[in-house]
């Protein structure tokens, strides 16, 4: 067995990018990979994974620490006979920034009408549509870990009033933030609501029919947005196309849904005011996901403390 412990990669991800990122990947540990049934992964002490195999743990009895693909943890945590080991979370500057720029790019196409330019263009039809700017708007960012502060952090620069909400108060200097029970008074003030929660038992379905109706109505952009990069189970997909239908709501942006790939039926893909990307916000770079793992595995065998570990009980 090499001096290093091994590792077992078993990633839903694109595998040439995987395997040009391992070319280079945990030098001196053994790598072995789940996708192939017949090996042998009885010795791997660690485990690099995204949406696993479910006989992962059978296949693998000694792991140590098992490592995300990505910011995500709640397609972890629902995995049966998950171990008592630690998980930790994928925390990178690429993936924060990858979230915030998408966060940024979504908020300012709806405060400058992106979407109802481009169905003028299709229609050839030329008309200035009003723009109000971006101080003018509330963006209520729900989700203040290290995603939703630095989003917080550009919406700033780009001149937004920008408010948060958490279960827990943060203190982020210069923004008004909230916690779980002043949910309403947050959404009241809201004009764009960005989502980029966590997915645990409080925060499934949280963006339902009963929260569209608590933003606030007949601001800058007359009626309020909805754009969502934090997990699919947060919303309630077919609350949201409600909202969207009645007027509700008058825009939104979506990353994640409740069913991926969205299915081709979905009422969004035919919604003028509503842009739709594949759960691709902040798709994980694979080299700095090897990097991170291999460096955390370095302090574990160290005997030294592993970073951005989650604590299942609160699910992040």
Not at 116 to 138: F, G, I, M, N, V
Not at 178 to 196: K, Y
Not at 233 to 239: E, F, K, Y
Not at 258 to 271: G, H, I, R
């Amino acid at each position: 067995m090499s001096a290093k412990k091994p590792v077992v990669i078993d990633l839903k991800f694109e595998r040439r990018e995987v395997d040009a990122a391992l070319a280079s990947a945990f030098p001196g540990r053994t790598v072995l990979h789940a996708s192939d049934p017949d090996l042998d992964l009885s010795e791997a002490r660690y485990a690099v994974i995204w949406k696993p195999e479910p006989n992962l743990f059978e296949r693998a009895p000694k792991l140590e620490v098992l490592f995300s693909g990505g910011a995500g943890v709640d397609h972890i945590l629902s995995m049966p006979n998950l171990p008592d080991i630690p998980i930790v979370r994928f925390v990178d500057e690429s993936l924060t920034t990858r979230m915030s720029e998408w966060v940024v790019l979504q908020c300012l196409s709806h405060l400058r009408q992106a979407p109802a330019y481009l169905k003028q263009q299709r229609e050839h039809h030329w008309r200035e549509l009003s723009q109000p700017e971006a101080k003018d708007l509330t963006v209520g960012v729900m989700g203040l870990g290290v995603l939703g502060k630095d989003s917080v952090k550009k919406l700033k620069v780009m001149g937004f009033d920008v408010i948060g909400w958490s279960r827990s108060r943060k203190t982020i200097e210069g923004v008004e933030t909230f916690d779980s029970g002043e949910l309403d008074a947050f959404l009241a003030r809201t004009d764009i609501l960005v989502g980029l929660l966590p997915l645990t038992p409080d925060t499934r379905g949280i963006f339902d029919a009963s929260l569209f109706a608590k933003l606030r109505q007949g601001g800058a952009l007359g009626r309020p947005v909805f754009i969502n990069a934090g997990r699919g189970g947060s919303q309630v997909d077919a609350d949201l196309a409600a909202a969207l239908g009645k007027g509700i709501l008058g825009g939104a942006s979506l990353d994640v849904f409740e069913q991926e790939p969205l299915p081709t039926d979905s009422p969004y893909w035919a919604m003028e005011n509503v842009i739709v990307t594949p759960h691709a916000a902040s798709a994980s770079d694979v080299r700095a996901l090897f990097r991170n793992a291999e460096a955390q595995m370095e302090r574990h065998e160290a005997a030294q403390p592993l970073q951005h570990v989650v604590d299942r009980r609160t699910g992040y």
